[in-house]
């Protein structure tokens, strides 16, 4: 375990070191201290290391990570693992807007709640939230899983493509052209594989299902209103 | 005469043919290209070649250099291009596969730049590209940071020239299986853009944006932002704030694959002011030739490079133009023109996907109307040229480099113009708005 404590150290030495920039030495567990909300840790990974931060991150946590398991004890601010394109980042706290944005793959695990736009443009990354989110959840999301535990805000979906959106507590609208969609055997059971990868503990059964009703998909005049 | 009499300005036949076709289709007219309407240009302006006071320097002898650095403000690894004229970003899936490969081709032999665009970047391009510039778009298609760290320089989009404020579309015709594939779309939907960043918005969020992207790729590549030209003092003193290495300025004759017609005729302003405010902004902050300006829409001849390089942009950039050097327009398979209703001159068919001349298209039976190879020779040729007009301009001013050329060297044809790019109205001392 190497620990690096942020009120001594720089974050560009901090990513240059968990980026293994200098060659890999096989070390795999770190941890970082005193975080204080600074911008872009552990961004742009591309090893299978973990990462433990302990505190809260500014923006763009995670970002871009690939093959890392990173895990904040605490909040983190705008775009927490955006594009991020393989391994796994967990935050233990809330997150702010734009969690997860463009996502490629991998999985997001947020035990708080999510501010405005979480899964925005999401590319087939999954996002799980164990509490609450804002609104424009999923906006133009394209490909993956979002799974909501608690409430969602307005305008979840809008101008959804093929990503599928499980809700356990209430929405407050839905967007342009997102629809409720039946929940199948194998939907349901792609749910439940999602939360135990979580460690999250719900009943699958108790959640909806929510997809694009591809409307508009093709311009037609009779949608004009809704692009 | 009582028919002239009878026309109206307020609804010429191309107003009343446009209320017949909204009537019609009950949506708006979705097109290719730049603002076709006539503004205020580089044309408007014109060199005071050497006289008595000032000599030239001896055409095509002595020298005058193009070379250019950009991005030396913040990246461990500039830029450096042998010309100042740049490949603006297009994207594979608006252009096809060859169109790509030529542009790159070319700007290699020319010692240049191009530019990927929304979709991410092929293997195709990076191979024909010695120095490829990645653009960083609102929708994020295809965006890896793996091409990230394969580009020599990232270019953070905030708009172009011909739709600021809007998103870009591909007709449904063009997402083939491999351009939705690239993109993570279904095949053949109409595929919207986003508007704006998903993840930042304003210039506070910018600069931790930029600092997110040269963490993930080592503080090396120069960052370039660029914005369609509206409140250019603005944008440019924004950008510059966020920690840019470069902008770049695309004013409203800047192209685009597809988009609304009234958004490319209506919204932004023409290149000529645009020049002008950014060089006036970069100035105020003691940023000119620290961050590079470089400047596109409409630039066409090596006067027009010329021209910008005189009002003070390190490098311009040009997108349609290298188009037509690929034979965009050219008077080729011309009954393809006419299915489109349309004719070699006025084609702006390239939302269709049924560009006869096989640049804008996915259509392998037209793509193979563009051999790469032969492409690339007619755009390093048409570089080429420009080059050589601006050189042959810069000396007869007497500049030994093509960045030595100044708003002195030049006056204006027009008040409008005058007033635009601050620069004396022929003949007199009167520039409208300083003097």
């Known amino acids: ?227 | 005469m009582s028919n002239e009499r009878n026309k109206s300005t307020t609804f010429p036949p191309r107003v009343i043919s446009e209320i017949h076709r909204a009537a019609g289709e009950g949506i708006y007219e979705i097109r290719g290209g730049g603002a076709k309407r006539s503004v205020p240009n580089f044309d408007d302006l014109v060199f005071l070649g050497a006289s008595m006071s000032r000599y030239p320097l001896e055409g095509y002898r002595e020298r005058c250099d193009t070379d250019v650095t950009i991005g030396a403000r913040h990246a461990s690894k500039p830029i450096k291009l042998d010309i100042p004229i740049t490949i603006a970003g297009m994207s594979f899936g608006a252009l096809g596969a060859n169109a790509k490969q030529a542009l790159g081709l070319a700007a290699t032999a020319m010692g240049t730049s191009t530019t990927t665009g929304d979709g991410g970047m092929t293997q195709e391009e990076r191979e024909a590209s010695k120095t490829l510039i990645y653009q960083y778009l609102p929708s994020r298609y295809g965006m890896t940071p793996d091409q990230l760290r394969q580009a020599d320089a990232i270019e953070v989009v905030v708009g172009q020239g011909a739709k600021p404020g809007g998103g870009g579309m591909l007709l449904g015709q063009k997402i083939t299986d491999r351009v939705a594939e690239m993109r993570t779309l279904p095949t053949g939907i109409d595929q919207r853009s986003a508007c704006r960043h998903p993840d930042w918005t304003g210039p506070d969020d910018l600069e931790i944006k930029i600092r997110e992207l040269r963490e993930i790729t080592n503080w090396e590549k120069p960052i370039y932002v660029k914005v369609g030209a509206t409140r250019t003092r603005y944008d440019v003193t924004l950008a510059v704030k966020a920690g840019a290495d470069a902008v770049v300025v695309d004013g409203m004759q800047g192209g685009t694959a597809a988009t609304q017609d009234v958004f490319i005729e209506d919204v932004g302003i023409p290149t000529l002011p645009a020049v002008r405010l950014a060089v006036e902004a970069l100035r105020e902050m003691n940023m000119h030739r620290e961050v590079q300006l470089i400047v596109s829409g409409g630039i066409r001849t090596g006067a027009d490079v010329a021209k910008a390089l005189a009002m003070g942009a390190d490098a311009v950039s040009i997108g349609m133009a290298a188009l037509m050097a690929l034979n965009c327009n050219a008077p080729l398979y011309e009954e393809d023109y006419t299915a489109l209703g349309t004719t070699p001159g006025d084609c702006h068919m390239c939302h269709t996907g049924r560009c006869p001349v096989g640049i804008t298209t996915q259509d392998p039976e037209l793509e193979a109307r563009l051999d790469p190879e032969e492409g690339a020779r007619r755009v390093r040729n048409y570089l080429s040229t420009l080059t050589m007009e601006c050189q042959t301009l810069a000396r007869a001013c007497g500049k030994s480099h093509v960045h030595n050329l100044e708003p002195e060297d030049m006056v204006a044809l027009t008040v409008e113009a005058a007033a635009m790019a601050q620069v004396p109205l022929a003949g007199t001392d009167w520039i409208p708005g300083s003097s």
């Open chain 1, 1 to 227: 375990m190497e620990t690096f404590d942020l009120s001594s150290a720089e974050v560009r030495d901090l990513n240059r070191r968990l980026q293994m920039r200098d060659g890999d030495d096989g070390e795999r567990q770190f941890r970082v201290l005193h975080p204080n909300g600074a911008h872009a840790l552990a961004a742009g990974l591309t090893h299978p290391i973990d990462v433990t931060i302990e505190g809260h991150t500014g923006y763009y946590c995670a970002g871009m990570n690939q093959e890392a398991t990173v895990t904040v004890n605490g909040n983190a601010g705008t775009g927490v693992a955006e594009n991020m394109m393989s391994g796994m980042v967990r935050i233990r706290g809330d997150v702010s807007q734009s969690a997860g944005a463009t996502a490629h793959g991998g999985l997001l695990v947020i035990e708080g709640d999510a501010s405005a736009r979480c899964a925005i443009s999401l590319k087939g990354a999954d996002v799980v939230v164990q509490g609450s989110i804002g609104h424009m959840a999923a906006f133009m999301a394209q490909a993956g899983k979002l799974v909501v535990l608690g409430d969602v805000g307005a305008d979840l979906g809008d101008s959804l493509y093929e990503a599928q959106i499980f809700v356990r507590g209430t929405v407050a609208s839905l967007g342009a052209d997102c629809v409720e969609k039946e929940m199948g055997e194998t939907h349901l059971a792609a749910l439940k594989s999602l939360l135990a990868q979580a460690g999250l503990d719900a009943d699958a059964g108790s959640f909806r299902r929510y997809g694009s009703a591809r409307q508009l998909y093709n311009f037609n005049i009779d949608n004009a209103g809704s692009y």
